[in-house]
């Protein structure tokens, strides 16, 4: 079955400190792969993607994700929190063969203190 | 900055009525998309919508689901015959012709079948 795993329901950070937030997937054919962010009331909003060609990829808002195809991950980071990105974090991928049906993972709550 | 808008932000309704959710895409956007995420799940796709016609659907998306775009600006998700595990919130998104594209999401509309 084909699935996108984000292995942590909660991150925990400092302010200051290095965020990751970890996806892992199991999608056939090379997909697309997508991190967006998710706001107390709010729709989301797209932080960044990968299509082809360098392994790290930067977004909005100082983010950056690391795609490995050994490992079939895609990490997302961020090297100095801010108490303003504590929000839900949504990996996502799409199949290439797809209309664009977004299959999203469980979600990752940041949680980035003082 | 164009945006995906969705009405009503927040529907409550019977179960057994129908009940019809409204998305405005951001104008030049022809791929269009219905979402839904039941609280405390992951975000789920529903449908996608090209070229006034369904081009990808989930197996959430039966009899009792349908989308129409009445004119050149609305793109609408009726439920028929609501249940009350329809509650949720329902985001539509749209994105570009490049099919690589991210998609843009409206706030959404949560909906409480009581």
């Known amino acids: 079955a084909q699935s996108v795993a984000q292995p942590e329901d909660q991150v925990n950070v400092a302010e200051g400190n290095p965020l990751t937030v970890k996806c892992t997937y199991s999608?056939?054919?090379?997909?697309?792969l997508f991190w967006y962010v998710q706001y107390p009331n709010r729709g989301l909003q797209f932080l960044l993607k990968y299509i082809t060609g360098d392994n790290l990829v930067k977004g909005s808002y100082g983010f950056e994700a690391e795609f490995n195809k050994s490992q079939t991950s895609f990490h997302l980071k961020k090297p100095s929190a801010l108490v303003s990105d504590s929000a839900l974090y949504f990996c996502a991928v799409m199949r290439r063969d797809s209309w664009g049906k977004l299959q999203f993972g469980a979600g990752t709550q940041v949680v980035v203190t003082p | 900055e164009p945006e995906v808008t969705q009405t009503p932000s927040h529907q409550v309704t019977q179960m057994g009525q129908e009940v019809i959710l409204r998305c405005v895409p951001i104008s030049n956007h022809l791929y269009f998309y219905w979402y839904r995420q039941i609280l405390g799940q992951k975000v789920e796709f529903l449908v996608s919508f090209y070229n006034n016609e369904i081009s990808e659907k989930s197996e959430i998306f039966d009899d009792q689901f349908s989308v129409e775009r009445p004119d050149g600006s609305n793109f609408t998700l009726k439920i028929r015959s609501t249940k009350l595990e329809d509650s949720a919130m329902y985001f539509c998104?749209?994105?570009?012709?490049?099919?690589?594209?991210?998609?843009?999401f409206g706030p959404g509309t949560r909906l409480t079948v009581l």
């Open positions: 998104a749209s994105k570009s012709t490049l099919s690589y594209n991210e998609q843009f």
């Open positions: 999608v056939s054919g090379n997909p697309y």
